[in-house]
């Protein structure tokens, strides 16, 4: 649909309203890395299993602009080419304890956010000096963009962080709903 938008080796933080009228920095949290328009790329999220707790939920998709709920994809990082397993390792490292208590999908994402800011064979994936920023900024778009989702409206929004440094990030693309 619209993954020609998206950057390819684009690693994305999606949000999803949890209710309508949505609430104020009340948000589903997960990760999309994006591969090119004609495959798509891979959602990774955890989902609350009833009283059983928390079950991962990774997988390819061609439809994640599809997702019930969705508000849209907010870019973070570009992963070269060839480090897309060793992001995709670094993401499923906590999948184990998702059941730990006080893990939250947005705990559980902040968590591979810091993996990712370690450097690894001379490369550092998320380029961010400060996760708490990041996460503000997040809740902001996404807080900006809330009804939308609500209203189901298309095109989805993507954003660009401002606050890390990767030069392969689109900083003047479309911004939607005048966020700036």
Same mark, same amino acid.
């Given at each position: 649909?619209?993954?020609?938008?998206?950057? #390819?080796?684009?690693?994305?933080?999606?949000?999803?309203?949890?209710?309508?009228?949505?609430?104020?920095?009340?948000?589903?949290?997960?990760?999309?890395?994006?591969?090119?328009?004609?495959?798509?790329?891979?959602?990774?999220?955890?989902?609350?299993?009833?009283?059983?707790?928390?079950?991962?939920?990774?997988?390819?998709?061609?439809?994640?602009?599809?997702?019930?709920?969705?508000?849209?994809?907010?870019?973070?990082?570009?992963? #070269?080419?060839?480090?897309?397993?060793?992001?995709?390792?670094?993401?499923?490292?906590?999948? $184990?304890?998702?059941?730990?208590?006080?893990?939250?999908?947005?705990?559980?994402?902040?968590?591979?956010?810091?993996?990712? =800011? =370690? $450097? /690894?064979?001379?490369?550092?994936?998320?380029?961010?000096?400060?996760?708490?920023?990041?996460?503000?900024?997040?809740?902001?778009?996404?807080?900006?963009? /809330? =009804?939308? /989702?609500?209203?189901?409206? =298309?095109?989805?929004?993507?954003?660009?962080?401002?606050?890390?440094?990767?030069?392969?990030?689109?900083?003047?693309?479309?911004?939607?709903?005048?966020?700036?």
């Amino acid at each position: 649909m619209y993954l020609d938008s998206l950057t #390819p080796g684009g690693l994305y933080i999606i949000l999803f309203i949890r209710g309508d009228p949505p609430s104020m920095n009340d948000f589903h949290w997960g990760l999309y890395l994006h591969h090119d328009s004609n495959y798509g790329g891979t959602k990774y999220h955890i989902k609350k299993e009833g009283s059983s707790g928390w079950i991962t939920d990774h997988g390819h998709t061609r439809g994640v602009f599809k997702s019930f709920l969705l508000v849209g994809l907010f870019q973070i990082a570009t992963v #070269p080419q060839g480090r897309e397993s060793h992001v995709d390792e670094k993401i499923r490292s906590y999948d $184990p304890s998702i059941n730990t208590p006080g893990v939250t999908c947005r705990v559980w994402v902040l968590w591979v956010l810091a993996l990712l =800011q =370690q $450097p /690894a064979n001379g490369y550092t994936v998320l380029r961010c000096n400060n996760l708490n920023e990041l996460e503000e900024e997040i809740k902001q778009w996404g807080n900006a963009n /809330a =009804q939308s /989702a609500a209203d189901n409206g =298309q095109p989805r929004p993507i954003g660009y962080s401002s606050k890390i440094h990767c030069p392969n990030i689109k900083i003047f693309a479309y911004w939607p709903l005048g966020f700036l």
